[in-house]
Each structure stands twice: as C-alpha cells, then as structure tokens.
C-alpha cells in the first residue's frame, strides 16, 4: 500500500554516436504516486528557449544497454539494461525491488494483531494484502512517480522507459489506472473476506492512493519539499502497510498509530538516502530535497540521525512499557545499522546507496517485526 503507499509505441533509440538528445515532455494530468529511483548519472544540462516542459540533457556516448543488467532492468533498480520487451518494462516501472518493505509491513501488523493463525484462510488473506500493498498499489505509486518525475530523469537519468520513448504516454496511463484499481478492488474484497462492518482496509487504500498522488502531482507536489515529502513517504512504506494488516485481522488502535506514524521518521531518513543520486535533476527544477536544500555533509547526518534516534526512542518506549527482552532485541538490531552507516553511506551517499540499503534495512525490518511482536503481547 505504498502510498501506502503513478499501446504499443516505436521506442526512441540514441545512437552511440550521438551526444546530445531533447526530450519534449508535455504536462498531461493523469493521476497519482511516488517513487523511489535507485540509479545514477551525471549529465550536463543545456537551457532551451522552447516550451518551459522541454528540458535537454547530454547524454553519455554509451547507452547502458550494453553494459546493463537485465536482472536489475526486472527490478527497477539502478544499472538496468534497455529493454524493448513491453512486458519487461512495465514491470521495471513498478520497481519490484520497493515492494519488499511494504509486504513487511503487513506482515508486521498481521503480527501485531495478535489474531493472526498459521491457517490455510489468514495465510490466504494475508498474501491477497500483501498483493494489494505491494504490485498493485506500490506499482501504482512507483508508475505514476516515474511519470510525474519525466523531465527529471531526462536530466538525471535519460535511459529511464518514460524519457527515452520507451513506452508511450498512453500505455503509462492505462498502466496507472489498472494497477490503482485493481489494488482498490483488493482492498474491498478483504473488508468482505474480513467480515468487517466499516470498509477499513478499502479508506486505507483510498488514503494511501491520495497520499501517492499529491506526493508526486502537482499543484501540491509534497516532495518538492525533503521535509514533508520523505515524511509522507516513510509513513507509506512504514505506517500504511502495518495499519492494513493490524486491520485486516484484528483492531487498529490509537496507540499502535501514533506508534507507527513515530517510527516514520525513520522511513524518512531512508527516503533521504535515494535523495543524493537526484540532486543536480532536483536543483534544476527546483525541488528542495534534504540534500539540495542543506547540502550533502548535513543531509547525511540528518539521514542516520533519523533512523536511528526514532529506533533508540522506539526502544526506550518498549523498556517503558515493561518489556526490556524486545528493547534489547531492538538496540541489537541498531548497532549493525550504525556500523553500516559508517562503512557505507557516510562515505559516499552516492556511490555505496545501494550497498547500504542491502547491508542496513534487513536490520531495521526485522527491527519494525520485533516492536510488532511486542504490542501483541
């Protein structure tokens, strides 16, 4: 539930040979979500005196389609190769590789629930959930993100399907709407499955769908702004999933909310991390993420500092409530983190992103399924 969570055309191709590429990107409304990219290039920027949506880039010489993974084209993450398979493509713009933490987080509310039993029907409707948070509306939000963020990554990131004419504006849209509709469809056949009087898991959705859009569409645009934005990402990836899943097999309280809104925070600092591969694209047009707005010295410790001030406080909270095992279970998931941050991100947010995405978050998801188990109890 990413946000919580955005047809068949020539594809445009770039000659080895040839340096220099403008992309005319016409603003169309289409409708919703976010995103978060996991490649990098560096591009010199030239200014047009066209339409203000037509933006030049410089290209490298070599197109990455020769030197590409076509695994991590399937995951959407970065060093992807071309791809003219449509079926392929469409696949990479829902980025598969953010749909883990959202399956996570329903796992995590399942747990929490307490109500959750090793039966045929609660696996069933947890695996129907986690389809709902993860392809559907995840991939919804990662879709309509990449086409909202078009004239950005044809500065950033020219090879990404949308700016390269890889697939047409018509087969991004309709991609948009099924994937919206059929994680909405899903939602309120688990209010049905759950025999639930009020449609919660369906709001959930609907309030998930919205959160993507205005993240990512204009006029309100929310990650135009590092703060609000990677806020409201964190709490998509972190928050919405868990409160389907408490939902779908037991009773979201308002504790278990502010709980999880608190341990949003950080999924903002992780939010900040995919920030630093963008910041030349997000200068140019003007969007103040953490790292353009502060610079990338004091991002970074705004970054670490996010993620692990909220777990040391998650924990403080756990040793509180009388339950020092599961504190001291969280404190051991922090301190590999911390090391992480150190080896990796602190040195090169750039180049080790990745690296430290695999390394850390394992540590910081389990963390998030420890503080589940222990509201259940």
Known sequence: MASLLNMVSVPSRISPTSHTRTTSLQSRPVLPPFSVSFSRRRLSIRATETDTNEVQSQAPGTAPSKDGSSFNQLLGIKGASQETNKWKIRLQLTKPVTWPPLVWGVVCGAAASGNFHWNFEDVAKSIVCMMMS????????????????????????????????????????????????????????????????????????????????????????????????????????????????QALFGTLTP?????????????????????????????????????????????????????????????????????????????????????????????????????????????LVLGLLVTALATSH
Request: charged letters at 15%; proline letters at 6%; glycine letters at 10%.
């Open 255 to 363: 504790d278990i909310i502010v709980l999880t809104l608190l341990y949003s925070i950080a999924g903002l600092g992780i939010a900040i991390v995919n920030d630093f591969k963008s910041v030349e694209g997000d200068r140019a047009l003007g969007l103040q993420s953490l790292p353009v707005a502060f610079g990338a010295e004091t991002a970074k410790w705004i970054c670490v500092g996010a993620i692990d001030i909220t777990q040391l406080s998650v924990a403080g909270y756990l040793l509180g409530a009388d339950k020092p095992f599961y504190a001291l279970a969280l404190l051991g998931l922090i301190i590999p983190q911390v090391f992480f941050q150190f080896k990796y991100f602190l040195q090169d947010p750039v180049k080790y992103d990745v690296k430290y995405q695999a390394s850390a978050q394992p540590f």
């Open 134 to 245: 993860g392809p559907f509306l995840t991939g919804y939000t990662q879709t309509m993100n990449d086409w909202y963020d078009r004239e950005i990554d044809a500065i950033n990131e020219p090879y990404r399907p949308i700016p390269s004419g890889a697939i047409s504006e018509n087969e991004v849209i309709t991609q948009i709407w099924v994937l919206l509709l059929g994680g909405l469809s899903l939602a309120g056949i688990l209010d049905i499955w759950a025999g639930h009087d009020f449609p919660i898991v369906f709001y959930l959705a609907v309030g998930g769908a919205l959160l993507s859009y205005i993240y990512s569409a204009p006029p309100l645009k929310l990650k135009q702004n590092g703060w609000i934005g990677n806020f409201a990402l964190g709490a998509s990836y972190i928050s919405l999933p868990w409160w389907a899943g």
